[in-house]
């Protein structure tokens, strides 16, 4: 029985260090290349548009993180209820982005350990961030899916307001 165990845990171990990821800017930046409808920029630093949304994918691999945002509007121009609004957004539609503001902006973002990415996870992100821009102001959501989002449903009928999207992002 002891032996059963072991085997058992054995394979367990197996399975969970070769699915392990090993990314890198390298590899990386070949997804951002196949993905992106123009790019710029330095490795680890890239700044792309993937259909006529601009973004940026921030990396640094000594800390293991990598970041993927897309430019919204300036953060000046919410008001409470549309900041409410994306924060309830956070918990309940935009899944594995989130809105954030830095330097003025509100952002799409997408924030991850680098080295535990997966190709999947990367062209996901890309399409998210998108999504999650995109539906600023009507749906709130990075993709069709949607957790829980009852007191979403009604702004997806009819936008509260107009938004001005993209301003100022010749800013980043």
Not at 64 to 81: G, Q, V
Not at 121 to 142: D, P, R
């Amino acid at each position: 029985m002891i032996m059963k165990k072991w085997i058992f845990l054995v394979f367990i171990l197996i399975g969970l260090f070769s699915q392990a990821q090993n990314m890198t800017n390298e590899i990386l930046g070949e997804i951002i290349t196949r993905k992106a409808d123009t790019l710029a920029g330095i490795t680890g630093n890239w700044q792309l548009v993937y259909k006529d949304t601009p973004m940026l994918c921030v990396t640094d691999q000594k800390n293991n993180r990598m970041r993927i945002i897309a430019p919204i509007m300036e953060s000046k121009n919410l008001d409470k209820d549309l900041l409410l609004d994306s924060m309830t957004a956070n918990f309940h539609s935009a899944l594995d982005v989130k809105y954030a503001i830095s330097n003025g902006i509100l952002w799409s973002a997408y924030v991850h350990p680098l080295k535990e990415l997966t190709t999947e996870q990367v062209e996901s992100a890309i399409s998210q961030v998108y999504y999650a821009a995109k539906t600023f102001g009507t749906t709130f959501s990075s993709t069709e899916l949607l957790f829980g989002a009852g007191a979403l449903e009604e702004k997806k009928k009819e936008p509260k307001k107009e938004i001005i999207k993209k301003e100022n992002t010749e800013k980043f």
